[in-house]
């Protein structure tokens, strides 16, 4: 499996001073794991010192670990368009359910978007095995 690696300083705001040390699976673009370590400690491991301090700021959700190594597909689709937020919640749900196979999960429902015209959009996205 391939991955990606970053490691950043970022502004944590709280007056935080750490290194943030991210991978993220290729493919799917879902993070495994992002770990802040302080800069002294950082030194420390770079210069060859193992199991130095550090927090675990995120791990990979039990539920993406299925998506892990799968490609990312998200497509645009339409429906009905109607002018009442709840009620285009409730027509892009039921136009996912009726629609699309299980595999597709809803990634915007497009409400939060201003749209024109008779038809509503929205995107979906399904994880596929790459052979």
Known sequence: MKSRLTISRPSFGDGKEAIAIHIKDELSGKTIVEV???????AE???GLGEVP???G??????DLEKVGKKKIVETVYCKRDYRKDVQKDIVQHDLLTRFSNKWEL??????????GEEHKY???????VT
Do not use: N
Request: aromatic letters at 8%; proline letters at 0%.
């Open 54 to 56: 550090s927090e675990v």
């Open 107 to 116: 990634l915007s429902d497009g409400t939060s978007t201003q749209q024109h």
């Open 36 to 42: 802040h370590v302080g800069y002294s400690d950082f």
């Open 45 to 47: 491991a770079l210069t």
């Open 58 to 63: 995120r791990l990979l959700d039990s539920g």
């Open 123 to 129: 995107t979906i996205v399904k994880w596929e095995a």
